[in-house]
């Protein structure tokens, strides 16, 4: 997830939503500070941790450079071994965005706290076009369809659950031909978890 | 899920998680009422839902017969036309619990609130044995190996993350044999979403 402009973190009190009665009422929050001096050197290595179980709060977190963003990843195929699924916790301050991308596989997010947008364009023209502008909020879930180039913004914390097996491909504009997008690969948090290219004989 | 004896709805207050200084803090509670008589036949329907962005404290939810439990599917493949991954959020109040079963795919686990136990037996032997109890708490989160034998009890609210592909296999005891689980097959929320079977001719 590449950042916007920089931004202040994400809001720091906790927020109740509210719900129909005799209902679920779920209630998130989450507590975002600015990260980039949290975990000095912590960038360059690997958080491999093949613990059973895990405390969120105590799991290796970076802004990978970018201010007002927070990046963890809760259960990862690098980092923890996963093979079929992976799960991320990210936190974009007000003005952080992705940028415009599509993926070839699903992706649930779930929106722990915040509001904000998700852009949708088109994967069935040649390219993006003009997105629709979707409000999502706390509390709220959503899913995005395959291959459709996309864009969340603004001021949100949320999980984001994946296939593991997924290739990202990201667009200058919405006006860029889908076959132009490039694929990202690795992502930045796993990058300095690849294996070591081996000697090409 | 299958319950245990009945038991008081989840903890009702709201409860901060604690974490490092300077770190995330991951604040996440939910409020669980006991469901039974909140959608009177809805149990009989399938929650079908094709909107792109859902509220959760909306969705469909069920106590499916059992006092003290309650699920939501956040993303599924019946209700909702996922094809790679689904996504629970479930409450199981104190004393509630899941069967001991084993699954043909991963699941990543989320608390966001209380505690208990993940019991662990084994997939090497030729059953489960004498599982391991490991202790697991809000805001923590594990993921069990692909068929290893286990359950999950006490009072806690979590989401559960899987491949959508998963077969389910139940155990009476720790000591019965693998060959010997049964098929759970469909789950209890999703026996009003499968389609009607057609004749055989």
Known sequence: MEGGPPAAAAAREPHVAGAGAGRFLLLAALIATT??????????????????????????????????????????????????????????????????????????????????????????????GEPQAIPVFQNSTFSVPVNDPHQVNENMVFLIFKNFECCRFVYDDWSMPHVAAKLKFPYFWDEDCLPAPKDEL
């Open 35 to 128: 990260t980039s001096a949290i975990l000095p050197g912590a960038k360059s290595a690997c958080p491999r941790d093949n613990s059973l179980v895990k405390d969120i709060s105590q799991m290796h977190q970076s802004n990978y450079g970018r201010e007002g963003f927070s990046h963890i990843t809760v259960a990862g195929a690098l980092a923890h071994g996963m093979k079929e699924v992976e799960l991320w916790l990210q936190t974009f301050g007000p003005g952080q965005r992705t940028p415009i991308h599509r993926h070839s596989c699903e992706e649930v997010f779930v929106v722990l706290k915040g509001k904000g947008t998700l852009l949708l364009g088109s994967g069935s023209l040649k390219y993006p």
